[in-house]
């Protein structure tokens, strides 16, 4: 069986690394003969920085599905179209938007230099910040802030995009047109009705809805209706996670 795993507030939590007791949890999945998937709102450039580096060779789903990784290196991106993305700049200048917008590992940003957002970014500073104009192609843009985020949010999903609204954050995550976790699981070769997802938000639905078993992370309303069960976030998530995993693994 495949487990496809979600990243922050899922494995990882408050930006940091996945945990030690996390990790060995799925290391014993694979040594049970079962194959572990990442699929991240991250792009690979930020993804890789939070598992161990003898995790970085198993297959990635980043940004959203925008990224697709394997055997440690990108093997395939999803972009923009031309007239998408020009109309993307023009709503981002006239609604005056701080943004984060990620090229294939590059990306441009402006916005606060305190944004929870930059915790996440480029941590082992590889990539450039370039404005936005010389960043091409464009994989992913998060609108981080605007003068008008509900007017944003309705031009934006106007066009041929994917939208997650990240409701306790207020930002806006947009994708190119048909792109999202489960378009990128299949470019990895996942089955619907083949695998075992972890999540914990609403760009986790897409997978969920096509997963054998999901188990949320948390709770989230959006998602809930289609997890298989639960998992508490509290200061015992982790053990909880872990154990839950030895459970899976042995019982698929």
């Known amino acids: 069986m495949k487990f496809v795993f979600d990243l922050d507030g899922t494995i990882c939590f408050h930006g940091r690394p ?30 890789i920085p939070v598992l161990h580096e003898r995790f970085h060779h198993y297959p990635m789903v980043g940004g959203n599905g925008s990224f697709i990784a394997a055997g440690g290196r990108i093997v395939s ?9 020009a109309r993307l700049t023009e709503l981002i200048r006239a609604y005056r938007a701080s943004y984060l917008m990620d090229g ?18 480029d941590p082992w500073r590889r990539a450039r910040n370039v404005g936005m104009e010389h960043l091409h192609p464009v994989v992913k843009l998060v609108i981080l802030d605007s003068d008008d985020m509900e007017a944003m949010e309705r031009h934006v999903s106007n066009l041929p995009v994917v939208v997650h609204r990240h409701g306790n954050e207020g930002i806006l995550d947009v994708s190119p047109k048909g792109i999202d976790k489960w378009s990128g699981l299949e470019k990895l070769g996942v089955r ?23 188990v949320m992370i948390g709770d989230h309303a959006q998602l809930k209706q289609y997890a298989s069960e639960q998992i508490a976030l509290d200061e015992f ?3 909880r996670i872990a154990q839950r995993l030895k459970e899976l693994a042995a019982a698929l």
């Not at 991106?77 to 993305?85: C, V």
Request: proline share 5%; glycine share 6%.
């Open 104 to 121: 294939e590992w590059d990306y441009s940003y402006k916005g606060p230099d305190d944004h929870p957002i930059l915790r996440n970014l």
């Open 237 to 239: 998530a982790e053990s």
């Open 192 to 214: 619907e009705g083949e695998f075992v997802a972890f999540g914990n938000d609403a760009n986790d639905i897409s997978m969920f809805r096509r997963a054998a078993y999901s």
């Open 77 to 85: 991106t999803a972009s923009f179209d031309g007239p998408t993305l």
């Open 18 to 47: 996945v945990s030690e007791t996390i990790l060995a949890a799925l290391e014993h999945l694979a040594a049970s003969g079962h194959e572990v998937v990442f699929a991240s709102a991250r792009p690979i450039r930020d993804l």
